[in-house]
């Protein structure tokens, strides 16, 4: 799995794996939701029951290497939501109001508080007024948060 993974994820998924898993194996689906979960990914339930199961209802650390690769080569979240926008944007443009953004952020899904959009907002150099590219923007709201938050 190392030519799938940097050294420094593989030192990462193996700190969670054995927080988690602290026999040394998954042997439960929270187990395993919590550990994926935990490293950022979003697999449903039945994907992660599929896993599971696939591996006999035991998972090593090197059979959890084996479904983060399989999971992350289908779950790339900051190409499914410039995908949405992309869907939404008829005539191609690339851009989205301010205003709308913060609507859509406001309004859709997990709906944030507006110290929250005001918080993304801020850290993407967007003001209300503006025209805001969204690929750009979802590179921003998408990056994970530092270590002195």
């Not at 919590?34 to 950022?40: D, E, F, K, T, Y």
């Not at 339930?45 to 591996?55: A, G, H």
């Not at 913060?102 to 993304?120: F, T, Y």
Request: proline residues 3%; glycine residues 4%.
């Amino acid at each position: 799995m190392a030519r799938y993974f940097k050294e420094q994820d593989i030192d990462e998924f193996r700190e969670c794996f054995y927080l988690f898993a602290r026999s040394g194996q998954i042997k439960s689906l929270d187990e395993l939701t919590v550990i994926m979960r935990s490293l950022g990914l979003s697999p449903t339930i039945s994907e992660l029951t599929s896993y599971l199961k696939q591996k006999q209802g035991k998972m090593s650390f090197a059979d959890f290497l084996e479904v983060m690769h399989i999971h992350s080569r289908l779950e790339d979240l900051p190409r499914e939501i410039v995908n949405a926008f992309k869907a939404a944007d008829p005539t191609g443009t690339g851009v989205i109001s301010a205003r709308q953004l913060r609507h859509l952020l406001q309004n859709w899904g997990e709906c944030l508080s507006s110290k929250e959009v005001d918080r993304i907002f801020r850290e993407a150099n967007v003001t209300n007024n503006s025209m805001v590219r969204y690929e750009d923007f979802v590179k921003i709201a998408c990056a994970p948060v530092p270590d002195y938050y």
